[in-house]
């Protein structure tokens, strides 16, 4: 693991060790029902893998902690290439550089998963009943963060409404975004794992609520599907970005004096 990265940090205390390596004084481990086991960060000390001490107690074994090994490094291969959306106007480059922070969570999941099911017929017997749990509890809980559609549009709509009257675009993202992230996150970890548990994800998908079974959301997991392992297109597939962003209440737009943020009815 160590040949990977720059740095590889098991500290007593997870979240005060990723406020300290990120200069986030607020970040928090905690999702909803989901908490982060693993995290990689470009810090000082170069790439840096930091890992929860909870991975090495008895709740975990080793096809586990693979799991969220292989998730990291995803990222870590992700960021020796990242793409450049400096040829974009300012508002495509706001909607990519937006998208691709949920994309990569997804092509970072299904490359784990993936990995996760090849070495389960190597290393392993089989696969064991705490990592089947392990994925069932991670399907469910991203699944639950995102199914109660009357809670969410109205904490959106209280967002969306305060910003008709301040007009601070700043403010504004900084307001929704603690709204919709950790939602379209686990939207998004959703979409991978159902090429993993195909069977729960069928007999779970009628919890998902609005927008995450609306049309643009579908056509985004279809989209997600299709271009992986690749990079999303914005020549091809800016619409269709375009289009599952608007569900939250907002669109990019550019202006001559730059980039603006317009309201969109939900």
Same mark, same amino acid.
């Given at each position: 693991?160590?040949?990977?990265?720059? $740095?590889? $940090?098991?500290?007593?205390?997870?979240?005060?060790? $990723?406020?300290?390596?990120? !200069?986030?004084?607020?970040?928090?481990?905690?999702?909803?029902?989901?908490?982060?086991? &693993?995290?990689?960060?470009?810090?000082?000390?170069?790439?840096?893998?930091?890992?929860?001490?909870?991975?090495?107690?008895? &709740?975990?074994?080793?096809?586990?902690?693979?799991?969220? *090994?292989?998730?990291?490094?995803?990222?870590?291969?992700?960021?020796?290439?990242?793409?450049?959306?400096?040829?974009?106007?300012?508002?495509?480059?706001?909607?990519?550089?937006?998208?691709?922070?949920?994309?990569?969570?997804?092509?970072?999941?299904?490359?784990?998963?993936?990995?996760?099911?090849?070495?389960?017929?190597?290393?392993?017997?089989?696969?064991?009943?705490?990592?089947?749990?392990?994925?069932?509890?991670?399907?469910?809980?991203?699944?639950?963060?995102?199914?109660?559609?009357?809670?969410?549009?109205?904490? +959106?709509?209280?967002?969306?409404?305060?910003?008709?009257?301040?007009?601070? =675009? $700043?403010?504004? @993202?900084?307001?929704?975004?603690? +709204?919709?992230?950790? =939602?379209?996150?686990?939207?998004?970890?959703?979409? &991978?794992?159902?090429? &993993?548990?195909?069977?729960? =994800?069928?007999? !779970? +998908?009628?919890?998902?609520?609005?927008?995450?079974?609306?049309?643009?959301?579908?056509?985004?997991?279809?989209?997600?599907?299709?271009? *992986?392992?690749?990079?999303?297109?914005?020549?091809?597939? @800016?619409?269709?970005?375009?289009?599952?962003?608007?569900?939250?209440?907002?669109?990019?737009?550019?202006?001559?004096?730059?980039?603006?943020?317009? +309201?969109?009815?939900?």
């Amino acid at each position: 693991m160590k040949g990977w990265f720059d $740095v590889v $940090v098991i500290p007593e205390d997870f979240e005060q060790e $990723v406020r300290k390596l990120t !200069s986030q004084d607020d970040y928090s481990a905690k999702r909803g029902g989901i908490y982060v086991l &693993a995290k990689f960060i470009t810090s000082n000390y170069g790439k840096t893998l930091v890992l929860n001490p909870l991975l090495y107690t008895e &709740a975990f074994d080793t096809q586990i902690r693979f799991h969220f *090994y292989f998730h990291e490094t995803n990222h870590f291969l992700i960021s020796l290439n990242k793409t450049d959306f400096s040829n974009l106007s300012k508002s495509n480059k706001a909607y990519m550089e937006t998208i691709s922070f949920f994309y990569e969570e997804y092509c970072s999941e299904r490359f784990s998963l993936s990995l996760c099911e090849s070495l389960s017929d190597k290393l392993f017997s089989k696969k064991s009943q705490l990592f089947l749990k392990h994925l069932k509890d991670c399907y469910e809980g991203h699944l639950d963060l995102i199914s109660d559609s009357q809670k969410f549009l109205s904490n +959106i709509r209280k967002v969306l409404n305060d910003f008709k009257y301040h007009a601070d =675009a $700043v403010r504004f @993202m900084k307001d929704i975004s603690p +709204i919709i992230k950790p =939602a379209i996150l686990s939207f998004f970890y959703i979409s &991978a794992f159902k090429k &993993a548990l195909p069977d729960v =994800a069928e007999k !779970s +998908i009628s919890k998902l609520s609005a927008p995450f079974n609306q049309p643009p959301s579908i056509e985004m997991v279809n989209l997600c599907h299709e271009s *992986y392992p690749e990079d999303l297109n914005p020549d091809k597939d @800016m619409n269709k970005i375009k289009r599952f962003i608007s569900q939250f209440g907002y669109e990019f737009k550019d202006y001559p004096l730059g980039l603006f943020v317009k +309201i969109v009815d939900i």
